[in-house]
């Protein structure tokens, strides 16, 4: 089955940096990878998605980038905020199956 | 709109017993999954249901997991005989499956202690 490795594990960055975040999947046959937010106490949220057919997408400050045959994708924040402070998770579904395979997570902290 | 609701949002149980979880998803979202998350890990697929279709139960850990959707809408996880490596947050999501991306939208979860 599919296997999704995340890095880093903690991030710590200042206001108003950049922070990247990065995944890699196994699955080939993989062809969507939603990023999701999660803030304490509370269930993970979308912010993102990327199908395989798209290599870049962008939304205000957040961008994903997909390289397929590398069969990694990352997370960019541009301009981080405090409220960016999280957990974000990566994902990956192949066209097999409908549940998500998440990556283990990244602790965003942004120092004000 | 509504989210997806879950509940209890905290349950405490003794080893041994059985506890019985609640997701009420987004209306009209025809899919619903069981997701577990351990402390300070990912999310770990359980089960998935579509429609009338069967579901795709091969992320249960053990025959103690199981799970159930009523009338298309509410479902409820059963784990029997609670061990204390059960403990984690469960969650819950539903998906409009049809949709370009077929998004899953989770609820806030049920934490679950077994002592």
């Known amino acids: 089955g599919e296997n999704v490795e995340q890095h880093p594990s903690t991030l710590s960055v200042q206001e108003g940096d950049s922070a990247v975040i990065k995944c890699t999947y196994s699955d080939s046959a993989s062809n969507y990878f939603p990023w999701y937010k999660q803030e304490l106490g509370k269930g993970p949220q979308l912010i993102i998605d990327?199908?395989?057919?798209?290599g870049e997408k962008k939304d205000q400050r957040i961008a994903v980038t997909l390289n397929k045959t590398a069969k990694h994708f990352s997370l960019h924040i541009t301009e981080t905020q405090p409220e960016d402070s999280a957990v974000y998770f990566c994902?990956?579904?192949?066209?097999?199956?409908?549940?998500?395979?998440f990556g283990s997570g990244t602790r965003l902290q942004v120092q004000p | 709109g509504a989210g997806v609701s879950q509940s209890p949002s905290n349950k405490v149980t003794e080893k041994g017993k059985d506890v019985e979880l609640r997701c009420d998803p987004i209306s009209g979202h025809t899919a619903l999954y069981w997701y577990r998350q351990s402390l300070g890990q990912g999310l770990e697929f359980l089960i998935y249901f579509q429609g009338n279709s069967a579901p795709d139960k091969s992320g249960l850990p053990s025959d103690r997991f199981s799970a159930e959707r009523t009338g298309g809408s509410v479902s409820t996880l059963t784990i029997q005989r609670t061990q204390q490596e059960d403990s984690a947050v469960y969650l819950c999501?539903?998906?409009?499956?049809?949709?370009?991306?077929?998004?899953?939208?989770f609820g806030p979860g049920t934490r679950l202690t077994v002592l």
């Open positions: 999501a539903s998906s409009l499956v049809g949709d370009r991306t077929d998004t899953q939208y």
């Open positions: 994902a990956a579904r192949d066209t097999g199956r409908r549940a998500l395979t």
């Open positions: 990327i199908r395989s057919n798209v």
